[in-house]
């Protein structure tokens, strides 16, 4: 069997890839017969692309604890410089491969990101309207993971346990979206990591708190997600057009899958510096 292996590790993988990376990739593999992709969501997505459109096997392998990409039907990308997601089950690779080792090198903001997409994802899961009793297995598994381990694994990078505890996580965040899909979070991720660069957990992560209160979430509480993000200490402080993100947010087909409407008001009030509840300067005081 003649294998195309993209590595992140040995070629730059664009994040947030372009559609026109993924088709240039795709032109490279033509030809093989499997496809294995190793690093992040991104690399994944683009091993998704190249399997899904040559109908080749894919086994994926995870660099970092974030997407849970490995088990997923979906495969994000960017057209024009917005984000969008495709969704197939064909998109799902064959095999995956969870290997802590490889975890250990990655950097304390992308360990951080990735585990509060990780985080975002699961809590996303538990109030959408297609939840399942499978599907809030999984998020309370990733949850507890995160909670108990992220900080940990911030702080102990070559600790390959905590590495291990949170690939889980990220794995069972990703088995419980692909049931449910992601929510409102998501939807408001996108344009401020495509307008404001500001990485994808992260992002996912602002409004997170103000829509665990506003939706009544079980497993965890608001304030606990705001203790986290404050002891993570990200360091990021970013002027936004909330008005934009908020249109922007408002035409994903994300900001739909939620158990009550969403306006323009209650992603106002999530992206809010001055709100008393979540996201506030005094509860996070770095954003």
Same mark, same amino acid.
């Given at each position: 069997?003649?294998?195309f292996?993209?590595?992140?590790?040995?070629?730059?993988?664009?994040? /947030? $890839?372009?559609? *026109?990376?993924?088709? +240039? &990739?795709?032109? =490279? %593999?033509?030809? #093989? !017969?499997?496809?294995?992709?190793?690093?992040?969501?991104?690399?994944?997505?683009?091993?998704?692309?190249?399997?899904?459109?040559?109908?080749?096997?894919?086994?994926?392998?995870?660099?970092?604890?974030?997407?849970?990409?490995?088990?997923?039907?979906?495969?994000?990308?960017t057209?024009?410089?917005?984000?969008?997601?495709?969704?197939?089950?064909?998109?799902?690779?064959?095999?995956?491969?969870?290997?802590?080792?490889?975890?250990?090198?990655?950097?304390?903001?992308?360990?951080?990101?990735?585990?509060?997409?990780?985080?975002?994802?699961?809590?996303e899961?538990?109030?959408?309207?297609?939840?399942?009793?499978?599907?809030?297995?999984?998020?309370?598994?990733?949850?507890?993971?995160?909670?108990?381990?992220?900080?940990?694994?911030?702080? /102990? $990078?070559?600790? *390959?346990?905590?590495? +291990? &505890?949170?690939? =889980? %996580?990220a794995? #069972? !965040?990703?088995?419980?979206?692909?049931?449910?899909?992601?929510?409102?979070?998501?939807?408001?991720?996108?344009?401020?990591?495509s307008?404001?660069?500001?990485?994808?957990?992260?992002?996912?992560?602002?409004?997170?708190?103000?829509?665990?209160?506003?939706?009544?979430?079980?497993?965890?509480?608001?304030?606990?997600?705001?203790?986290?993000?404050?002891?993570?200490?990200?360091?990021?402080?970013?002027?936004?057009?909330?008005?934009?993100?908020?249109?922007?947010?408002?035409?994903s087909?994300?900001?739909?899958?939620?158990?009550?409407?969403?306006?323009?008001?209650?992603?106002?009030?999530?992206?809010?510096?001055?709100?008393?509840?979540?996201?506030?300067?005094?509860?996070?005081?770095n954003?």
């Open positions: 069997m003649k294998t292996t993209l590595d992140r590790r040995k070629r730059k993988i664009p994040s /947030n $890839p372009p559609i *026109e990376f993924a088709e +240039k &990739i795709l032109e =490279e %593999a033509r030809g #093989y !017969s499997k496809i294995v992709s190793i690093g992040g969501g991104s690399t994944i997505d683009v091993g998704k692309y190249v399997s899904f459109h040559l109908s080749i096997p894919h086994r994926a392998v995870p660099t970092t604890a974030g997407t849970g990409s490995e088990v997923t039907k979906f495969a994000v990308f057209k024009d410089g917005r984000k969008f997601s495709m969704e197939d089950e064909r998109l799902i690779p064959e095999e995956y491969v969870l290997n802590p080792t490889l975890v250990t090198t990655l950097p304390r903001l992308q360990t951080a990101s990735t585990g509060l997409d990780a985080l975002s994802q699961a809590v899961s538990l109030w959408s309207p297609d939840a399942t009793e499978k599907s809030k297995k999984f998020s309370e598994e990733a949850i507890k993971r995160v909670m108990s381990t992220l900080i940990a694994s911030c702080e /102990n $990078p070559k600790n *390959e346990l905590f590495r +291990k &505890i949170m690939l =889980e %996580a794995n #069972y !965040s990703g088995r419980a979206i692909n049931i449910t899909r992601t929510s409102i979070c998501h939807a408001i991720s996108y344009p401020l990591t307008i404001y660069g500001i990485p994808h957990g992260i992002a996912c992560a602002v409004s997170l708190p103000y829509f665990i209160d506003y939706f009544g979430v079980r497993y965890v509480r608001a304030w606990e997600v705001l203790s986290l993000i404050r002891t993570l200490n990200l360091g990021l402080r970013t002027q936004i057009n909330k008005r934009l993100i908020a249109r922007q947010a408002l035409e087909l994300r900001s739909k899958n939620v158990p009550k409407k969403i306006t323009e008001k209650e992603i106002y009030k999530s992206l809010s510096p001055n709100d008393r509840r979540p996201f506030s300067r005094r509860a996070f005081k954003y």
